[in-house]
């Protein structure tokens, strides 16, 4: 399974890269949300973890472009936004989860497991 994490926070991606494990994912990376639809379009990953507040482009405004091309892509906000609206407003756009940062391994594993079983 493919997995693109979004996030402007080098320490971030690589955390969730770190907790995830490749064995289960073949993992890609990117650092703002351009970045990330040009890895997307050459990657096409069926999970995306994202990041709302990046330069270029920020995570919402990511979301509805990823959702435009694959509308099955399954997207888990990772934000440090800690307002209920936010949370609301990437579920409202097609993200299927929301996590808050700082996370444990635990919360990642738990958010990923309950997106594969949509």
Known sequence: MKLLIVDDSNVIRRAIAR???SSRYEIR???NGTEA???FDEFAPEIVTMDITMPELDGLSCVDAILNR???TKILVISALADK???VEAI???AQ???LKPFTAEMLHTELAELLAE
Do not use: H, M, N, Y
Request: proline share 5%; charged share 25%; glycine share 20%.
């Open 19 to 21: 907790e995830i494990g």
């Open 29 to 31: 990376s990117a650092g």
């Open 37 to 39: 639809l040009a890895v």
């Open 70 to 72: 694959r509308p099955d």
């Open 85 to 87: 609206a936010t949370a």
């Open 92 to 94: 409202k756009r097609g």
């Open 97 to 99: 989860g929301f996590l």
